[in-house]
């Protein structure tokens, strides 16, 4: 299996701040020689599936676009202080790892295993388990007309395993173009009249988290979260104008992960400063067996995943239309130029932006529209990529 590495800038976000604060002399960062291309391993073993993701470091020093070649990985599976271990991982690209976990047992320990194609071995600390409460409720919070909607989670362990918990989570929202056009271009410009299912209508948008969320109880006399805020979204934003979709994961993980991440994000902070922790100190659980001493960027923690999901229809009034947003609506109402018969190719203005939409009341000249007027597609992330899950025939 070969890893196409992806790479974790954190020597560039370390240091570009200081570099950008008005200094005429070149600055030369010190001590951060052979730090660069340092393995980078990234994941939760969990039920009953884990993902892993390999990368690379990338000194500071190094020109922008420079990586560190390709690392090649033989063999990678999850195993259990018994002996046992799954079957291989599937390379499912970018440097990304899935491996078939099956359910976990509490009563025993796991870590990750992997090897080189150059011998190297590199293994996690084994951990037992740790069974992450579910979580209790997502709820949004928005303050006052104007401010952002804070997506939120409640949880709590009642256990009191952890007082350390992860999340991620994935976004999925419809939404709907200005007008419903009758006509489309196929790939040679050539009018046609959509049939159903076929439009430029209806369209869905999808996102997952990019930022490390972290949430912590040490603080608190109970070991429970609540209205923990994971996310703000503007109201302004099209996401909530038909229907959005948010799917949370939860982890429970240990103090020594919940360090491992909290270091890591000030680190990766594009405010942080020189005097931050150095990336060498960004150390998890991750050994290389076959040379002890060569530093490893990561940390594997062990424990069962939670999820839960919510919709937010349109009717519960989060979506505030804008001014572009109505100015686009005014645009698209009075903006319109005549051309070509349907079926035929469409003149030159569909060359600057206008595209087909209906014929006029004699059907006889075809009224283009701005693009962005019929065409749902030109919306920020919107695909005609409908989820498998989503509510409704709309296509």
Known sequence: MR????????????????????CVNEYTVRGVDGLSDLLVVEGFITEPESTFKLSRSIDISEPYGIYPEETEVSVLYVECNDGSRTGPATHIGS???RVETGNLDIGKQYRLYFRLNNGEE???EFLTPLITPEIDAIHYIKPASGEPVQICVNTKDEKDQSRYFFWSYVEDWEVWAALQADYGLDDENVIYKFEPPY????????NISKSLLL???????????????LLEISPYNEKFSVLYHIRIYQNLIRKEAYDYFYNLLKNTDQNSGLFTSMPTEIKGNIRNLSQPDMPVIGYVDVSTT???TRFIDYSEGLFERSASYNNTFRLCDEEEMLGAPSGKRPPEIALVGYIPYTLTEEQVQMIYKPRECVDCRTKSQATKNKPDFWPGDRQ
């Open 199 to 206: 439009n430029t209508y209806y369209c869905w948008g999808h």
């Open 215 to 229: 949430g912590s109880t040490t603080d608190l006399s109970e070991n429970k979260i609540s209205n923990h805020s």
């Open 306 to 308: 939670t999820t839960s």
């Open 122 to 124: 590199y293994a996690s």
């Open 3 to 22: 890893v196409k590495t992806s790479f974790q800038i954190v020597w560039l976000n370390l240091f570009l701040p200081a570099l950008f604060l008005g």
């Open 95 to 97: 440097g990304e790892y």
